[in-house]
């Protein structure tokens, strides 16, 4: 296995970064730092989801990753925002960049 791999027949992937789970949405922040952040004030992402039709009761992924239907839409409007790395992204809601990605994903699909 080592010959192949200096051989560069196949590399192994690098451990994913650990998740720092202190970090998480917080619906208490400033209107003008979370207009920054997400383009929209608490109140407008609430209302906004309203009319989305968002699940009141959260968004939840085939893999079973549950949100709140607040903190999922700052997470799509946050994705879209500006360009960053995934990981930059999901780090600042205290998530692994799958279950980010996840998320991201359904938001997007149950507001159509």
Partial sequence: ????????????????????????????????????????????????????????DGVTTPSGDRVDHVEALAMLCRRLSEPSKLLTVASEFGRGTGPYSRVVKKTRSASR
């Fill in 1 to 56: 296995m080592t010959v192949l791999q200096q051989q560069n027949c196949f590399r192994l992937r690098d451990a994913a970064p650990p998740v720092d789970n202190s970090r998480r949405f917080d619906v208490m922040l400033d209107d003008a730092t979370v207009k920054a952040r997400y383009r929209f004030t608490i109140t407008e992402l609430r209302e906004l989801a309203k009319k989305l039709k968002l699940p009141e």
